[in-house]
Structures are given as C-alpha cells and as structure tokens.
C-alpha cells in the first residue's frame, strides 16, 4: 500500500492539471449513506416518481416527502479526512477544482474553493416562479413544514438536478474543458457508472490523463482505465498522499 500512495503522490507532483471526480463514496465516512445501495433511500422512494421533475412539478408535496427524510439522512453529516485532503491539495497548488455529483456541500465545508456541482446543490432552495433564491437552513425543515417563497408563497425546490432536467450548462460547459486539458484525474467514491459524470475519466484518459482512484473495491474504472489504485476509505487513504506529498 505504502508503495502505492508513494506512486500517487508522484503523479500528483508531476501533473499541470490535475482535477477530481468524486461521488457519494466520499461522503459516506460523513454518514450518508450511498443512496443507491442496499436499504439506501432508492429503495423507500422509486426516484423515478419521487425524485422526477414531473412529480415536484405536479405533486410538490409527494417530491418533498423524499426531500424531508434526504434531510434528515444528511443533517448531521460533517466534511471528513477526505473532503479536507482534496482542500489541501487545492491549497498546495495540485488541485485546479472537484468535480462532485454529490449535492451535500461538504466539499465546500471542507474548504475547496474550485468545486463544479454535476446535480446541483441541496442546501440551497429556489423557486421556480420568481427565480428567488435561499438558503435551506433559513427554514426549519426538521418540523416537516414545506418551505415556500417568501415572495411569492410558491413551494420551494432544492438547487438539486431531478430526474427529467438538464444537467447545468455552465457545470456542462466547465467539466468539458477541464477534461480536455488535465493531464490527471483523482477519482474518489465512485464507480463512474452515471453518465454524463462518468465519461469525464474516460475523456481525460483518452487524451493521455493518468487516472487515479481510490474506491473501497475495484470498480469497472479499475478493470478498464485506472492506472494507480488505492483500495480502502478514503478518508484514510488520501490523507497518506497528501502528507508524502509534502516530504
């Protein structure tokens, strides 16, 4: 392992533009569970219904019965060893942004900088008549009581992606092209099975990138393009590289 993390820490020290990928492995040491996985929330609200752009739409009261229990699932979650090593190899000059499909913003309370949001993010709410937007801790969720627009009185919508919109074009646009130009990707707590997301490593590889991935078991990534793999938690792992990065 030891070998490894030396081997990871010198293609970070090599690369000009190093960027990261990471998914909802990385926020699972902060106790949010992988929603996709076994008893994750997936399996209590078929997002297809609860989690559609049709459902909040029509039915905004069925799509916050989701949003209520996501809330509860993530309250109490803090940024750990993980989201902070990526923040520090911002710091020291490596990491040019994160790429995240998570909507936690724990990389921000980490204290990255450069972070591209794929499906948007929860802690903050719009709404979709008057466009105004706040933030969600501005309201007392834990009473179950549906925010509205102070404005307006429109029920209000998590800054989230839902099944059925478009990706942000600006994320689009930016994960693009640091795509083309980054000569190394980390990839953290993430298969890469969920596309657009996921052909971002793929992309980067194709143009020469070395990927680098830490996952806690090999994932299709590791079989088809990863050229160094750390295997285990992250929030172990990553800590390891950053501090033999610094001798």
Same mark, same amino acid.
Not at 35 to 56: C, V
Not at 150 to 164: A, Y
């Given at each position: 392992?030891? *070998? +490894?993390? $030396?081997? /990871?820490?010198?293609?970070?020290?090599? #690369?000009?533009? $190093?960027?990261?990928? +990471?998914?909802?492995? %990385?926020?699972?040491?902060?106790?949010?569970?992988?929603?996709?996985?076994?008893?994750?929330?997936?399996?209590?609200?078929?997002? !297809?219904?609860?989690?559609?752009?049709?459902?909040?739409?029509?039915?905004?009261?069925?799509?916050?019965?989701?949003?209520?229990?996501?809330?509860?699932?993530? /309250? *109490?979650?803090?940024?750990?060893?993980?989201?902070?090593?990526? &923040?520090?190899?911002? !710091?020291?000059?490596?990491?040019?942004?994160?790429?995240? =499909?998570?909507?936690?913003?724990?990389?921000?309370?980490?204290? #990255?900088?450069?972070?591209? @949001?794929?499906?948007?993010?929860?802690?903050?709410?719009?709404?979709?008549?008057?466009?105004?937007?706040?933030?969600?801790?501005?309201?007392?969720?834990?009473?179950?009581?549906?925010?509205?627009?102070?404005?307006?009185?429109?029920? $209000?919508?998590?800054?989230?992606?839902?099944?059925?919109?478009?990706?942000?074009?600006?994320?689009?646009?930016?994960?693009?092209?640091?795509? =083309?130009?980054?000569?190394?990707?980390?990839?953290?707590?993430?298969?890469?099975?969920?596309?657009?997301?996921?052909?971002?490593?793929?992309?980067?590889?194709?143009?020469?990138?070395?990927?680098?991935?830490?996952?806690? @078991?090999? +994932?299709? $990534?590791?079989? =088809? %393009? +990863?050229?160094?793999?750390?295997?285990?938690?992250?929030?172990?792992?990553?800590?390891?590289?950053? @501090? &033999?990065?610094?001798?």
């Amino acid at each position: 392992m030891q *070998d +490894t993390i $030396l081997l /990871a820490a010198e293609a970070i020290k090599k #690369s000009k533009n $190093l960027i990261s990928l +990471t998914g909802a492995g %990385i926020s699972v040491e902060s106790g949010i569970p992988d929603f996709r996985s076994a008893g994750g929330l997936w399996e209590k609200y078929d997002p !297809a219904i609860y989690a559609s752009i049709e459902t909040f739409e029509n039915h905004p009261e069925k799509a916050w019965d989701m949003i209520f229990e996501m809330v509860e699932v993530t /309250a *109490d979650a803090d940024a750990n060893p993980a989201h902070k090593a990526l &923040a520090e190899l911002e !710091a020291m000059g490596y990491l040019k942004a994160v790429i995240t =499909q998570n909507i936690d913003n724990l990389h921000q309370e980490g204290g #990255s900088k450069e972070v591209i @949001e794929y499906h948007g993010n929860a802690s903050r709410l719009t709404c979709q008549k008057c466009k105004s937007s706040y933030a969600a801790e501005d309201f007392d969720i834990s009473t179950r009581e549906i925010p509205r627009c102070k404005k307006c009185s429109r029920i $209000l919508k998590p800054d989230v992606v839902f099944f059925g919109e478009m990706i942000p074009r600006d994320a689009l646009l930016q994960c693009d092209n640091l795509a =083309q130009f980054t000569d190394a990707v980390i990839v953290v707590g993430t298969s890469a099975l969920v596309y657009p997301a996921a052909s971002i490593p793929y992309e980067a590889k194709e143009r020469g990138a070395t990927i680098i991935e830490f996952n806690i @078991e090999k +994932t299709g $990534l590791t079989r =088809q %393009i +990863t050229d160094i793999f750390i295997e285990g938690p992250a929030g172990t792992t990553l800590p390891q590289v950053v @501090e &033999a990065l610094k001798h």
